[in-house]
């Protein structure tokens, strides 16, 4: 769902050496959104086998993952959505609205020639089909790393996991994790150490860190259920702030 944590979060930088040996349960969904809409030709279009398979996400999985475990001993669980919750269905339409939309401005954008401004579009307009996670399950299943099926989100699973101690943390660019209860989170777990910004053309540099629930929990003084207590009014605080906005002269 992506939840935003950030005004009220606590979180530790790290290297990647620091997690040398770690077994982390990834987000699988997450990580191959971020390579399916990075990963492109020039004009926006995702890259594909002589079959017009895609195979962006692929590119970027397999080099990440090898890169992680030959270079850091980094070791991944990689966890896959099930069938997503009923409360999860306007967020689903809500996306594939955008991405509707965004398919059109990219249309737009190739047919006028603007190469800069189709890329930007590109990124928010194809969805990550059940064709392209079985390529990913398998591709991972060749190289030996063990793959899950979540019976729903697979965030709440990885969270499950890590209270069990299956694997150290959960890995993963949301903070879904935390409010499922995992004891540790680890965001940007990256190779190259920066971020494309399509729509500013440029890159942000990006920096693993920890989140540890229950550091976080003794410093706000409160519990996990009321951590999703203050997620809620932490929503409701942006949705008045953007109303007001909305209502400014301009």
Not at 182 to 203: F, Q
Request: glycine share 6%.
């Amino acid at each position: 769902m992506g939840f935003n944590l950030t005004p009220i979060v606590i979180k530790q930088q790290l290297t990647l050496n620091d997690l040398w040996g770690r077994v982390l349960a990834v987000d699988a969904n997450n990580m191959l959104y971020q390579f399916l809409a990075l990963i492109r030709m020039r004009d926006g279009k995702p890259f594909t086998d002589p079959a017009g398979h895609v195979t962006s996400h692929l590119i970027g999985l397999v080099f990440r993952t090898t890169r992680l475990l030959a270079e850091f001993d980094i070791r991944p669980v990689f966890v896959f959505d099930g069938k997503p919750p009923t409360q999860k269905a306007s967020t689903l339409k809500e996306r594939h609205l955008t991405r509707a939309k965004a398919r059109k401005d990219w249309e737009l954008a190739v047919n006028r020639g603007d190469y800069a401004a189709a890329w930007s579009k590109a990124v928010r307009m194809d969805s990550l089909t059940q064709e392209m996670t079985g390529d990913a399950k398998r591709a991972l299943s060749l190289l030996g790393i063990p793959v899950v099926q979540a019976p729903q989100e697979g965030e709440a699973q990885a969270a499950h996991m890590a209270r069990r101690g299956d694997v150290w943390a959960a890995n993963s660019r949301d903070y879904d994790s935390v409010l499922f209860g995992a004891p540790r989170l680890i965001r940007y777990l990256t190779i190259s150490g920066h971020e494309y910004l399509p729509s500013k053309g440029t890159s942000r540099p990006l920096i693993p860190e920890l989140i540890d629930l229950q550091k976080l929990l003794t410093a706000l003084q409160i519990t996990l259920s009321n951590l999703s207590t203050w997620q809620c009014w932490l929503e409701l605080i942006s949705m008045k702030a953007s109303a007001e906005s909305d209502r400014k002269p301009h």
